[in-house]
């Protein structure tokens, strides 16, 4: 029974065996899937949205040059008020008085020169017929200027006199609205401090900041779209009137200003906007792929696509520029009508043979 036992063991060890030599192991080729796109040029530039706020054109916080006491607020705040237009005015009686005085004396100092005046012209002749001394005719001369040195000096002080009376009154430099009043009557107040914010709302702007890398695509003369959160459906158009040189250390963006050329009744200072460019792309090329096709090197900042051809990938380096609604812009790197790999790209190598998922 055991003898028969390890017969039938050899016998099978030796059939297997046999087995064994003519068996030939076929590893299976993996292919794998990937998705593709056919790069082609965008029809259009690509639109980019930033948000701002609305300005007025003109602007100006207004203060009395002398100090004194607010005698009189002529206006309130949102009233519309036209150039010139006298909105407050201080107690002018200290400068009337001044007024007065300085031209009592300039009237004395004018009298004056115009006695010394006489007197001189009077002993130059004496002098020329021999009837008096040269002593005598500098006299009158010294005495003259001296006169007429007085005179112009309170002339000089009669008119800072009347400016200074007439800066007791606080005139509209521009026609606008009053946006706020900073003091009310029988206030005192000094010279410089704000009194009203004047703003003229038929010249509208809107100020707001553009990155770094979209900066240099920005001119001045560009059309832009101008919305307003605010006021919905409302359709503004806008160039740019400044754009600025000097980053925003605050912000990391540049400044710049946008005019509005149809403003809107409604459209008040201080409202937020949204402000749309259409940019055209760097270096002209216009083509357009998916972020999803991108890799990156994380120690040399370098970006690559897997292109297709022939059944196969090849890593190939490309230059971006800016993001856009539907992918990111390649400024060098790839032509037109190329295949890239826009899913798979991290399972992928170099050269490997790649089917393309429907």
């Not at 030939?24 to 080729?29: G, M, Q, Y």
């Not at 003109?58 to 909105?87: H, M, P, T």
């Not at 006489?118 to 200027?145: G, H, P, V, W």
């Not at 038929?202 to 900041?209: F, I």
Request: hydrophobic share 40%; aromatic share 6%.
């Amino acid at each position: 029974m055991t003898h028969l036992f390890i017969a039938g063991v050899m016998a099978i060890s030796i059939l297997m065996a046999g087995c064994g030599k003519d068996e030939v192991v076929v590893e299976e080729e993996i292919i794998r899937p990937v998705k593709v796109i056919k790069v082609g040029v965008a029809d259009e530039g690509m639109e980019r949205t930033f948000s701002g706020t609305v300005r007025a054109g003109q602007k100006a916080s207004l203060a009395f040059r002398v100090g004194g006491k607010v005698e009189k607020i002529q206006v309130e705040v949102g009233e519309k008020v036209e150039k010139d237009q006298v909105l407050a005015q201080l107690d002018p009686h200290d400068h009337e008085l001044s007024v007065k005085n300085t031209e009592s004396n300039f009237k004395s100092a004018r009298a004056a020169y115009k006695n010394s005046e006489s007197s001189y012209q009077r002993n130059k002749r004496l002098y020329e017929n021999s009837n008096i001394s040269k002593a005598e005719l500098d006299q009158a001369e010294t005495q003259r200027n001296s006169d007429q040195a007085q005179e112009e000096a309170l002339a000089a002080q009669l008119e800072q006199a009347r400016n200074q009376l007439a800066y007791t009154m606080l005139k509209a430099p521009f026609s606008g609205f009053i946006s706020s009043k900073d003091v009310d009557k029988f206030e005192n107040v000094i010279s410089g401090q704000a009194i009203f914010t004047l703003v003229d709302p038929g010249e509208l702007k809107v100020n707001l900041g553009i990155p770094e890398g979209l900066i240099t695509r920005v001119r001045e003369g560009e059309a832009v779209s101008v919305k307003l959160e605010s006021i919905p459906g409302t359709e503004l158009t806008g160039v740019v009137s400044e754009v600025g040189v000097a980053i925003d250390a605050s912000t990391g963006t540049y400044p710049v200003t946008v005019k509005i050329s149809n403003p809107s009744v409604k459209m008040l200072p201080g409202m937020a906007a949204e402000v749309t460019f259409t940019f055209g792309f760097a270096g002209g090329t216009g083509l357009i792929v998916p972020t999803s096709a991108l890799l990156e090197d994380i120690q040399t900042g370098d970006r690559y696509l897997w292109i297709f051809s022939d059944g196969m990938v090849k890593k190939r380096q490309v230059r971006t520029g800016a993001l856009v609604t539907n992918g990111i812009e390649i400024i060098t790197g790839i032509k037109e009508g190329e295949i890239v790999v826009t899913a798979g790209v991290h399972r992928i190598e170099e050269g490997e043979k790649v089917r393309i998922l429907e």
